[in-house]
């Protein structure tokens, strides 16, 4: 007779949220780094944090400035953002609308967390920052990826379409993978097929510093039928070299805000006094500090163009902002499966499936490496694609 078999239940029952999250995220954790990989993976400015902002942490540790700030953050921070805000927008922004959050990331948890019932409707582009879907997929939404114009720019009848009854549209401008930035032009096009309809927006521009298209740079806050449905999302991250900082803030109409800061000051509460008045005076006096990366960057990418336009069979893209070169390439195998083989080639790069099944194909890297890590880099990937053909 058989041995008799007991099913055992599992040893711990986790929220659904877990396996929701787990079923539609894209997102791909690279093994550890190696001392002799060269890693155009990273989406984080491999320059210093200004020395005045480290200075102003210094001090106002020695300061005593170690103590619970309050949930919205230190006035005198949100005092300084609200008069840029003002300017970007157009129009009187007010700091009582403003949300400190624990870097962009937060902020875009905040936000999501904040609006998305289950079952409700989220447009995304797609290919976009893969974020966005996990969030979503963690509220119970249903995420609506819209494919990309051949040019990588939205295309606005698939847009239009998608729209229909969508509760949220969530983007970033400039774009993470692609580099595109967003024109006027196509912003106030988004604001024209929302006109008369409760869907909220959600603009992450997190790379708005890092626009080099010689025009200047649109954000969906100074258009009109977009910014009073519109939640900014806004980081110190890569503006300011500040990534393990960890500050970021939200600004948007006052229920929305509101809303925001119920769900942030609940699983985050207030953000670190000591990094605040940091970031206060990255916003105060660090203008110089960040058109002297902008610039750099700028040099960079066209070094990484030019090493990459030598690769046979790579399509490049065209950035015009953020960091970020969004090649494809004509190798029949899906790019999670090429960027493994990249490794072992000694560069690391990202897979474009991560940011949505319009990316299959594609290569994200970055150019906010060194000149000579770009150069050992490309040219690692150029072996390791040769070998792979």
Not at 126 to 152: E, F
Not at 303 to 330: H, K, N, V, W
Not at 363 to 379: C, D, F, H, M, N
Request: with cysteine; aromatic share 6%; charged share 20%.
């Amino acid at each position: 007779m058989p041995p008799t078999v007991t099913t055992q239940p599992p040893l711990f029952d986790t929220a659904a949220a877990v396996a929701r999250i787990a079923a539609a995220s894209r997102r791909t954790q690279q093994p550890q780094s190696r001392s002799d990989l060269v890693s155009l993976a990273m989406g984080e400015p491999d320059f210093d944090t200004p020395e005045r902002v480290t200075e102003a942490a210094h001090a106002a540790l020695r300061a005593g400035r170690t103590h619970y700030s309050p949930l919205l953050g230190e006035p005198a921070l949100r005092e300084a953002l609200a008069a840029k805000l003002t300017v970007t927008a157009g129009t009187p922004a007010s700091a009582a609308d403003i949300l400190i959050t624990q870097g962009g990331t937060a902020g875009l948890a905040a936000s999501i967390l904040s609006l998305v019932d289950p079952g409700d409707r989220v447009v995304v582009p797609d290919p976009t920052y893969s974020l966005y879907g996990d969030l979503v997929a963690m509220a119970g939404g249903t995420v609506v990826p819209v494919p990309l114009a051949p040019d990588l720019h939205w295309d606005l009848d698939r847009l239009a379409d998608a729209l229909t009854d969508a509760k949220l549209f969530v983007f970033c401008n400039p774009v993470n993978p692609t580099g595109i930035v967003h024109s006027r032009e196509e912003l106030e096009a988004l604001a024209g097929l929302l006109d008369g309809t409760p869907t909220i927006v959600i603009s992450d521009e997190a790379y708005s510093d890092l626009d080099y298209t010689g025009r200047p740079f649109t954000s969906a806050l100074s258009v009109d039928g977009l910014r009073d449905r519109t939640v900014y999302c806004q980081t110190f991250s890569k503006s300011y070299a500040m990534t393990g900082w960890r500050v970021g803030y939200l600004w948007g109409p006052s229920p929305l805000i509101q809303a925001a800061a119920r769900v942030h000051n609940t699983f985050n509460g207030s953000v670190n006094t000591v990094i605040q008045d940091a970031a206060l005076v990255a916003v105060e006096s660090c203008d110089d500090d960040v058109a002297r990366m902008r610039a750099a960057y700028a040099e960079r990418g066209e070094i990484m163009r030019e090493e990459l336009a030598a690769i046979p069979g790579l399509t490049l893209s065209a950035p015009e902002g953020a960091f970020y070169q969004f090649p494809r390439y004509d190798i029949d195998l899906p790019s999670v499966e090429v960027v493994a083989a990249l490794r072992t080639h000694g560069v690391a790069v990202r897979p474009g499936s991560e940011f949505g099944a319009r990316g299959e194909g594609h290569l994200r890297l970055s150019y906010a490496a060194s000149p000579q890590s770009i150069t050992e880099g490309v040219r690692r990937l150029a072996a390791g694609l040769s070998a792979l053909r």
